[in-house]
């Protein structure tokens, strides 16, 4: 009885970590990417004329870098960049950019 819930718990804590260490690994990726984005956006999420970019739900941040891709968003500063991301630079990069706090107000 008594083992049975030591290994069940074992294997549990390994499919947890598992995904949390691939999701870490992103987000550095993200990191490293980011230095271009923040020229422009503001990493404390303030506006300053560029829309903030972090806390935002990756899903969200990802279809809004498609979208851009696709020309379905017509900025043609934000076309270019995100034309020269891959989708995995992309996905790391809403890693990064959401796990960092938004700021409610300016
Ligand atoms: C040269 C300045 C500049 C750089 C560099 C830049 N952006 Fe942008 N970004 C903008 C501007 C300006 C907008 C607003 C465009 C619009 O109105 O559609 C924008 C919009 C966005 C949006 C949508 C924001 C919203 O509120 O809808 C996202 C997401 C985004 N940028 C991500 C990025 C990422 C990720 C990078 C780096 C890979 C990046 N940007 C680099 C200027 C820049």
């Known amino acids: 009885m008594k083992r049975h ?19 870490a690994a992103d987000r ?8 271009e984005c923040v020229t422009c956006h503001q990493l404390s999420g303030r506006y300053e004329g ?6 935002w739900p990756e899903p969200i ?5 498609q979208d851009y891709r696709q020309k379905k968003r017509d900025n043609p500063i934000m076309q270019t960049v995100a034309d020269r991301l891959s989708p995995e630079e992309i996905a790391a990069l ?7 706090p938004a700021v409610s107000a300016k």
């Open 50 to 55: 560029i829309p903030p970019i972090v806390g």
């Open 94 to 100: 809403a890693a990064y950019f959401g796990s960092l």
């Open 61 to 65: 941040f990802i279809e809004a870098m």
């Open 28 to 35: 550095a990726f993200g990191e490293y990417l980011s230095s």
């Open 5 to 23: 819930a030591v290994a069940c718990s074992l294997t549990l804590t390994t499919a947890i970590w598992t995904p949390v260490d691939a999701i």
